[in-house]
């Protein structure tokens, strides 16, 4: 529960190494896009200027979690018009320029943002998404076993379980 006394339990399914390493790979794709497409960490400045505020805050993680403090923690601004941002477990954070210049915001404005999306990274709630989509995986595929669906069913109800579950709790 930490020191906010959050005391809600989580679905873990999905290992945290498994999430680490997936995690990695993404981090690595995501950047290679973005240096590809010239929009990798273009501003020195600005870049500069997230990567001090992440450093103040990725300081006070220990609180939270003290073997935060030895994630390999990395931090990049990407060029886009994007008003995100967010944080992979293990600590790739991605600032997107969008929202810092689009809402003109300061660095404490920044810094609540990012800490916001540092919170979910320390809380693990991707991995616990990851352990409820693959629990869920497993429902469809016994139930369309079970009934003879076959894959177009289990299409079928995969594509139910996003529109009733999923998708009503999602940013979307």
């Known amino acids: 529960s930490g020191v906010v006394g959050a005391d809600r339990k989580q679905f873990m399914l999905v290992s945290s190494e498994a999430m680490e390493q997936s995690s990695a790979q993404a981090y690595v794709k995501t950047l290679t896009a973005a240096r590809s497409k010239g929009e990798l960490n273009v501003d020195p400045i600005l870049t500069k200027r997230v990567q001090d505020i992440a450093r103040r805050l990725i300081a006070q993680t220990g609180v939270f979690r003290e073997d935060a403090l030895k994630w390999k923690w990395q931090v990049n601004v990407i060029n886009e018009d994007t008003l995100n941002a967010w944080c992979m477990p293990g600590g790739r954070i ?41 629990l869920k995986n497993i429902g469809i595929f016994a139930v369309a ?3 003879g669906l076959g894959d177009l069913g289990a299409s079928a109800l995969n594509l139910a379980s996003q529109y009733t579950i999923s998708l009503p709790f999602s940013r979307s």
């Not at 404005?109 to 990274?121: S, T, W």
Request: hydrophobic fraction near 40%; avoid cysteine; proline fraction near 0%.
């Open 145 to 147: 076993t079970a009934t």
């Open 94 to 134: 991605v600032v997107y320029s969008g929202i810092i210049k689009k809402l003109n915001l300061t660095d404490a404005q920044l810094a609540a943002v990012m800490g916001h999306e540092i919170a979910h990274a320390l809380r693990e709630h991707s991995r616990e998404q990851a352990s409820t989509d693959q």
